[in-house]
């Protein structure tokens, strides 16, 4: 079993085997500030700091009938159903930083939880629906201090290679970005959160637009045997002479879509940009005799 998930398991154990689906993000949250190496990573979401990660694992569990998701009436709790003792496997800081957690929030309502994360990580509340309805004007003033403002033309390239969902969704939130372009031709991931639909939603929940452009990407079959950098630059020189050429017209529209979001990113699998094809899209772009916008890999 994952540690992450044995840590959801523990966390439910500690706080009496029930917590609401809202509840348990928060304490995850909380959890996780005290960890030196993460179980999870959090976006600043609807209602505040959210995993995605965590909610996944959730579900996975549930369909194992491990943990149920119990409704009534506008309330849904998540329910510890397995009958170990996963607290007892955790390594000691991580037990020691779910008790202290527990001691933390100890006896605060749903609605002070999420208040009490509001005021002491402005950062996670930027994007919540309720912040207002629960935070003093003083207290707002804090959160929206952490909103990137800056309307500056730019143009971003980023990978997801080696990272979560979350970090990854932060970093497009730390530098503003209003559209992401998927320029994969096949949008679909092995890794969660990557393929098409689950990162539209994803990003569409944080108030990034998603669209994909399969046009500018590479046929997976060419993408066997990379085994060497002369062996990416081949099938980049390649993809240049021919994709690029014979689909200006999408580069075209990624300069339009710029002046009209102002702030963009190109995304692809790769971590450096110089083993993906969105630095030759990149490149492809500098050469536009329109073109006169900042470029920066994430």
Known sequence: ????????????EVFGGTLSHTKLQKVLFLVTRKQQNKSFDFVPYKFGSFSFQANQDLTILTKKGLISSQTSGDASDWVLES?????????????AAIKQTFKEVEGLSQRELVRYTYQHYPFFAINSQIAEELLTAKEMSKVKAQRKTTEELAFFTIGYEGISLEKYLNKLIINNVKLLCDVRKNALSMKYGFSKNQLKNACEGIGIKYVHIPELGIHSEKRTHLNTMNDYKKLFDEYEKTALVENKDQLHKLLDLTHEYQRIAITCFERVPCMCHRSRVANALKKLPAWNIKQRDL
Not at 1 to 12: D, E, G, P, Q, S
């Open 1 to 12: 079993m994952y540690y992450r998930r044995k840590i959801l398991f523990a966390t439910l």
């Open 83 to 95: 009958k170990d003792n996963y607290f007892q496997t955790l390594k000691k800081e991580d037990q």
